[in-house]
C-alpha cells in the first residue's frame, strides 16, 4: 500500500535521509520512531507530497508521489501535530473545507460527509458550531482526524498525534487510531516519540537515527533491541521518578 525505495534528502550539503526502503501492508500501523533529529518528520513530509524527496521512489495505493503528487495526495489523509484547524471556521465548517476543495458536490452532501466524519470520531451534534479556540486538545486532534478521514483516504499520516496531551487523553487518541484503522481499512503511518502509545497501537515499528533505518520490528522486539538509541529512549519511558 505504501512503497518506499531508496528514499533520500538533502538540504543542500546536509543528508536528512539517505537511502530509505520500507513496505507497509494494506491497513497495517507502521509506527515510525527516532533520535531528535533522526529525520522522521522529514520522511512523513516526503510522503505526503508536502516537501519533495531528493532522490528515490514512493509509492502509495499504487501512485508514485514524486510524479503526480495532487493524485496522491488525493489517496491520503494527513493528521497534522498542531492539528492545524482554521481557527475563524468552527468544527463542521474545518472539515468541510477539504471536501469542498476535493470535489464539487451540493452543499448538503458535503455535510453529510462531514457530520458522518465527525461522528466517526466521537463528536457529538452540540460540538459541530463550536470554533476550535472552545475545543480541548484532545478535541482538536478528533477534529482533524475528522478532516481527514472526510476526504475517503486510504492512507492515513499522523504527525506526533499524542503530543502535549494527559495520558487519559493520549490512551482514548491511541485507541481511535485503532478504531479508524479497523473500520475503514485504511494503511497509517504514525511519527511518534511516545514508547508506551507505539506499542498500544503499532503492528510494526520503524526506528531512524541520522537519517537511516537501523531497526524494524514488532513492538515487542523493539523494546529488547540491543541498539543503544533505541535502549536509551525505551528506559527513558519506563522511568517515573529521578
Known amino acids: 500500500m505504501v512503497s518506499i525505495r531508496h528514499l533520500s534528502k538533502t538540504y543542500g550539503d546536509r543528508s536528512i535521509l539517505k537511502d530509505i526502503n520500507l513496505e507497509v501492508a494494506q491497513a497495517e500501523i507502521l509506527a515510525i520512531m527516532g533520535s531528535s533529529g533522526g529525520g522522521k518528520t522529514t520522511l512523513l513530509r516526503c510522503v505526503s507530497g508536502l516537501i519533495d524527496a531528493t532522490q528515490g521512489d514512493i509509492e502509495v495505493d499504487g501512485v508514485n508521489v514524486r510524479t503526480d503528487p495532487d493524485l496522491a495526495r488525493c489517496r491520503m489523509g494527513m493528521v497534522f ?3 492545524a484547524l482554521f481557527d475563524f471556521m468552527n468544527v463542521e465548517d474545518n472539515v468541510m473545507f477539504g471536501v469542498t476543495r476535493q470535489k464539487k458536490r451540493p452543499r448538503s452532501e458535503s455535510l453529510k460527509i462531514a457530520r458522518d466524519a ?5 463528536l457529538v451534534e452540540t460540538d459541530y458550531a463550536k470554533m476550535p479556540s472552545e475545543l480541548s486538545g484532545g478535541m482538536r486532534k478528533r477534529v482533524g482526524m475528522a478532516r481527514a ?17 494527559d495520558p487519559i487523553t493520549t490512551y482514548s487518541i491511541d485507541s481511535l487510531v485503532k478504531s479508524v484503522r479497523d473500520e475503514f481499512n485504511v494503511t497509517s503511518l504514525v ?11 503499532a503492528d510494526r515499528v520503524a526506528f531512524l537515527h541520522s537519517g537511516e533505518v537501523i531497526f ?9 533491541a540491543p541498539d543503544p538509541n533505541i535502549r ?11
Do not use: C, W
Open 81 to 83: 501535530q498542531s492539528s
Open 118 to 122: 465527525l461522528k466517526s470520531v466521537g
Open 149 to 165: 478521514l472526510a476526504l475517503n483516504p486510504t492512507v492515513m499520516l499522523y504527525d506526533e498525534p499524542t503530543t502535549g496531551l
Open 191 to 201: 511519527v511518534s516519540h511516545d514508547v508506551n502509545s507505539v506499542v498500544r497501537i
Open 216 to 224: 524494524t520490528g514488532t513492538p515487542a522486539e523493539f523494546l529488547v
Open 232 to 242: 536509551e529512549l525505551v528506559e527513558k519511558s519506563r522511568a517515573s521518578v529521578l
